[in-house]
């Protein structure tokens, strides 16, 4: 499973999105982060929605996933996530 995480430095939210997701033990994904300011196509799509978190599937495609509260438990994110897997 491949991950897309759309963020951008001094965030708040997105920090707490990418500490959870790296407290996820029961599955493996490879994570990749973008920051929104490095490519004006990404900053005019989610300047306003940053934390986003897509699912890159088998064809490449960006799926985007359910927004997910920071404040959420870690074991909520892993079920969210293994209902893609």
Avoid: H
Avoid at 43 to 57: A, F, G, K, T
Wanted: with cysteine; charged share 25%.
């Amino acid at each position: 499973m491949k991950l897309i995480l759309y963020s951008k430095q001094d965030c708040c939210l997105c920090e707490g999105l990418l500490a959870k997701l790296q407290q996820v033990k029961n599955m493996t994904f490879e994570l990749e982060i973008r920051d929104i300011t490095k490519n004006s196509d990404w900053l005019d799509r989610y300047q306003y929605e940053i934390p986003v978190l897509c699912l890159l599937d088998a064809n490449q495609q960006e799926q985007e996933l359910p927004r997910f509260s920071t404040r959420s438990p870690v074991e909520k994110l892993e079920v969210l996530l293994q209902g893609y897997s």
